[in-house]
């Protein structure tokens, strides 16, 4: 789909970044044959390539050319998300082809996708008409004067786009402040600035060290870096410079350090590697932890907090009387997951789950709620609760502090962020180590008796999710979870244990949420609203009805059963009841609320005008029948009707769950160890947090319902095998 310039230039969070990746790809063509240059051609013969950054990565056009013409065109992106940027990576390849050059329209909700097209494709062109392509040096952008210039592009918050204000001296970038961060939800902005404060301290410095705006985006801030880059690049277009001048290489180490002697490697560091690394260091080992992201905590941070069963303060608290009986809860698990989940595991998390809640207040910097608290489970059994440091700051303050302890127990413990694994080290069949990448280029060989994988899941990697839970999810968490735990392990000849378990689904929003502030929150919150709305007719990503209600709750905690997306039908009366009687409901969101003011029964009389915003960011589609709606979705339809009407037109909203993580993994044993396919442990290898959490849940169902299974899953196979590695192979 075509849009105009001005729309592409407000959809920056649903795709990527400008910043060009100009390597010598682009002057070094590959060609597959190079028949003799024409003298009188454009170009000599063959197929060339150029890069620029996405997304997620690396955006590749290759071209193939005859003398005068673009004969074909092939537009890659492997990380970019499915739905979205990849999604129009086809047509945008058939919109250079059809213009035979870069000047291409994009598409919809892919603005940063389509501009990497056009970068990638400009420096493919260069390249087959022999013109050599030198980033400008920095030095080149005298041209903008002194002074203090802002900017903002929407990013990952919903409430407002994000603002900088950049200053230039002597044709530098001096400084960069934020103006305006773009709140993730009035309710939860607190909960994201952590992530976004590493943007601010680690990626404004890199960019005005380097000068450059082809620094790497930071891990697990990957949207709001992409999206600051793009300001920066606007406001040097806007301010007389090129932003083409500010794109040069930045220069990665070639070394590597080998690091040795450490009882134990921690890989990952939210919750469960967090909890693993404090368990192990208080037990003696020497720990040597690896986070990928630029803060540690992960998704452990934007949870509200862990189950844990009968925790002996709380119990206290309650007269002394427990929150369940045990054995009671057992047997509902084991009935819920029919039996498939692990029994031994099951009352492996039951048994230690609330010690390990009273190990973290006596022992580190958490604290937790007095009360414990039921979630939406039918029992309504008092199961979890929150936490945040000592003060009640944080969660990301008590686990920086509780690491920052636990390192302190010996000497020789260290922990680093920006360092992303690679491979498992193995000499003679046995796992020595872990291989990883530091974001300034360095490889790290770290080598330890044992190592703990609690890399999160998998939801990062699209591959990974649509091969075991059938799409690529829209996420509220971060990403960098990216299933090296399973693909190591199977190298291992460890064993999958439901890895098909459902996401973890709490929300559900717009597919593209609306995040420019050219829109009021009011209009964006109506159509919130009726993506919401259950009064409607629902159907999932195949085409069958949808019934979307959750214990009476809405649909936020199933819409993950529809598929990738799920669908609201409005019949053309509904929809002119709408315009003249009001909202029946009014549904806002319990993250990503973007506000909005409406009193239900209110005449919603600019409904035309929301549709066609709607429209703009493909979240709406109007046809003219079931089988015209089917045809633009490319599904077959199978109702009849749309709660009775049969004719008239039809008024879709595209809706997608939004999820923390995946819930399915690897098979381990009661010690925590990775199990192989025969059943035989892998000693020195544990496998904790989401990367088995397949084992206390049902292949291809939700996860259990107790509330905060996960986040404590976490934090007791972590605290049990950092105590297990460290008693193994400590000393």
């Not at 590697?273 to 080992?285: F, H, K």
């Not at 990448?437 to 998998?458: F, H, K, M, N, R």
Request: proline share 2%; hydrophobic share 40%; net charge negative.
């Amino acid at each position: 789909m075509k849009k105009s310039f001005a729309i592409l230039l407000t959809l920056a969070l649903l795709v990527s970044t400008l910043a060009l990746s100009l390597t010598g790809c682009a002057n070094q063509p590959a060609k597959e044959e190079t028949p003799p240059a024409q003298e009188t051609g454009i170009y000599t013969p063959g197929t060339y390539t150029g890069e620029a950054q996405g997304f997620g990565g690396t955006v590749t056009v290759s071209i193939t050319v005859d003398a005068n013409n673009i004969l074909d065109v092939k537009a890659e992106g492997p990380n970019e998300t499915e739905t979205v940027g990849g999604a129009a990576l086809e047509p945008l390849a058939q919109q250079v082809k059809d213009a035979q050059g870069a000047e291409i329209d994009g598409v919809t909700g892919a603005t940063f996708t389509s501009d990497a097209v056009k970068a990638a494709t400009t420096l493919a062109i260069a390249a087959a008409k022999g013109e050599k392509v030198e980033p400008t040096p920095a030095a080149a952008a005298v041209t903008i004067p002194d002074g203090t210039y802002t900017g903002k592009t929407a990013s990952f918050g919903v409430m407002k786009e994000m603002e900088l204000a950049v200053t230039f001296k002597d044709g530098k970038i001096e400084k960069i402040e934020t103006v305006c961060a773009g709140s993730a939800t009035q309710a939860n902005e607190d909960e994201y600035s952590p992530i976004y404060a590493t943007v601010e301290e680690k990626l404004f410095p890199r960019i005005i060290e380097s000068q450059s705006l082809s620094v790497d985006a930071i891990t697990g801030a990957t949207v709001s870096s992409n999206a600051a880059k793009k300001i920066i690049a606007d406001v040097i277009d806007a301010n007389g410079g090129n932003s083409a001048d500010w794109r040069k290489d930045v220069e990665k180490s070639s070394k590597t350090e080998v690091l040795k002697d450490y009882d134990v490697i921690v890989v990952g560091l939210g919750a469960s590697g967090v909890a693993s690394y404090l368990s192990a260091a208080e037990n003696g080992a020497a720990v040597f932890g690896m986070e990928a992201a630029a803060k540690i905590g992960g998704n452990g941070t934007n949870t509200a907090g862990p189950m844990a069963v009968n925790p002996a303060r709380q119990v206290a608290l309650n007269g002394g009387e427990k929150f369940v009986d045990e054995s009671e809860l057992l047997q509902a698990w084991m009935e819920y997951t029919d039996n498939d989940a692990k029994e031994e595991i099951v009352k492996l998390f039951i048994d230690e789950s609330g010690k390990t809640l009273g190990w973290l207040e006596e022992n580190w910097d958490f604290q937790a709620g007095d009360a414990m608290r039921a979630f939406y489970d039918s029992h309504h059994w008092k199961l979890w609760t929150f936490y945040a440091d000592k003060t009640n700051t944080s969660k990301d303050l008590a686990y920086n502090n509780s690491m920052e302890k636990a390192k302190a127990m010996n000497p020789k413990n260290e922990y680093m962020t920006e360092l992303t694994a690679t491979d498992l080290l193995v000499e003679g069949g046995k796992v020595v180590g872990v291989k990883a990448v530091a974001q300034d280029g360095t490889t790290y060989e770290v080598y330890g008796d044992s190592v703990i994988l609690a890399t999160g899941g998998y939801i990062g990697n699209g591959e990974m999710t649509k091969k075991y839970t059938g799409a690529v999810w829209h996420t509220k968490g971060m990403t960098q979870c990216d299933g090296f735990a399973i693909r190591e392990a199977l190298e291992l000849g460890g064993a999958l244990y439901n890895p098909d378990v459902a996401v973890e689904d709490h929300i559900a929003q717009l597919d593209n949420i609306i995040r420019s502030d050219d829109y009021s929150n009011n209009d964006k919150s109506i159509l919130t609203s009726l993506v919401l709305d259950l009064n409607y007719q629902m159907i999932d990503s195949r085409g069958d009805a949808f019934d979307a209600n959750y214990n009476g709750l809405g649909i936020a905690f199933n819409a993950w059963e529809a598929g990738a997306n799920y669908y609201v039908l409005i019949n053309e009366d509904e929809y002119n009841a709408i315009k003249t009687n009001g909202l029946i409901s009014f549904n806002a969101p319990m993250f990503f609320n973007q506000g909005g003011e409406y009193a239900e029964g209110t005449p919603v009389e600019n409904l035309d005008e929301i549709m066609e915003m709607g429209k703009a960011f493909n979240d709406v589609i109007v046809a003219d029948s079931l089988d015209d709606l089917g045809s633009q979705l490319g599904i077959k339809i199978n109702l009849d009707d749309v709660h009775g009407q049969t004719s008239g037109k039809i008024y879709c909203i595209k809706g997608a769950a939004y999820v923390y993580s995946t819930c399915g993994g690897l098979d381990i044993d009661t010690n925590i160890n990775l199990l192989k396919e025969d059943g035989t442990p892998v000693e020195n290898v544990y496998i904790v947090g989401n990367d088995s959490l397949g084992t206390l849940n049902e292949s291809n169902k939700a996860y259990v319902t107790y509330g905060g299974a996960a986040q404590g899953w976490a934090l007791t196979s972590g605290r049990l095998a950092g105590a297990n590695a460290a008693a193994k192979y400590a000393g």
